[in-house]
T-cell receptor
Framework: NAGVTQTPKFQVLKTGQSMTLQCAQD?????MYWYRQDPGMGLRLIYY???????DKGEVPNGYNVSRLNKREFSLRLESAAPSQTSVYFC????????????FGEGSRLTVL | SQQGEEDPQALSIQEGENATMNCSYK?????LQWYRQNSGRGLVHLIL?????REKHSGRLRVTLDTSKKSSSLLITASRAADTASYFC????????????FGGGTRVLVKP
């Protein structure tokens, strides 16, 4: 029972490089989310997808793009990485909005040099 | 900006003692949730309380919600070393719409 799977778990980038964080859920959930977690800041929402085919900006979308590839998969892309994007990124899913709990992946730790 | 703010930021207690942490928020909500995060892991949902509920229990957890004060508390009774973790409140609804907005968390250390 995998739940939410994120890859990669760790990544080191140089400033200006691009990369995509992958996320997949096997719970048939409609909504998916990308958060970043920085020390002392809690989690901040980057982008979310309330349902397949829709995406919306969260609190801190600048420098990121997302793709809801299908119901299972929601990817986060950094086109030109900056040191300010050094963070731990979490993908999460919810059955549908307002229904309750988020299910989280184990996180992807990204360092931008 | 964060909707929820936890207090205290850190808490250290002995095994067997109770741990209480508080969460304050700014705008109206549909529900408030508490999550636990063990070091280096993802967040795990603990309990959800809806805006029309005042208290909820789940095992050793007790959550209260006071919408007039825009605050919630999480009580962990008879704490265990395994309860050592960070605890986050998250609110859904209000200005955030259908998105969950998290606070900065309370780090709890339970000493054996």
């Amino acid at each position: 029972n995998a739940g939410v799977t994120q890859t990669p778990k760790f990544q080191v980038l140089k400033t200006g490089q691009s990369m995509t964080l992958q996320c997949a859920q096997d719970m048939n959930h409609n909504s998916m989310y990308w958060y970043r977690q920085d020390p002392g800041m809690g989690l901040r929402l980057i982008y979310y997808s309330a349902s397949e085919g829709t995406t919306d900006k969260g609190e801190v979308p600048n420098g990121y793009n997302v793709s809801r590839l299908n119901k299972r998969e929601f990817s986060l892309r950094l086109e030109s990485a900056a040191p300010s994007q050094t963070s731990v990124y979490f993908c999460a899913s919810m059955r549908r909005p307002n229904t309750g709990e988020l299910f989280f992946g184990e996180g992807s730790r990204l360092t931008v040099l | 900006s964060q909707q929820g703010e936890e207090d205290p930021q850190a808490l250290s207690i002995q095994e067997g003692e109770n741990a209480t942490m508080n969460c304050s928020y700014k705008t109206s909500i549909n529900n408030l949730q508490w999550y636990r995060q063990n070091s280096g892991r993802g967040l795990v949902h603990l309990i959800l309380i809806r805006s029309n509920e005042r208290e909820k229990h789940s095992g050793r957890l007790r959550v209260t919600l006071d919408t007039s004060k825009k605050s919630s508390s999480l009580l962990i009774t008879a704490s265990r070393a395994a309860d050592t973790a960070s605890y986050f409140c998250a609110t859904e609804g209000g200005a955030a719409g259908n998105k969950l907005t998290f606070g900065g968390g309370t780090r709890v250390l339970v000493k054996p």
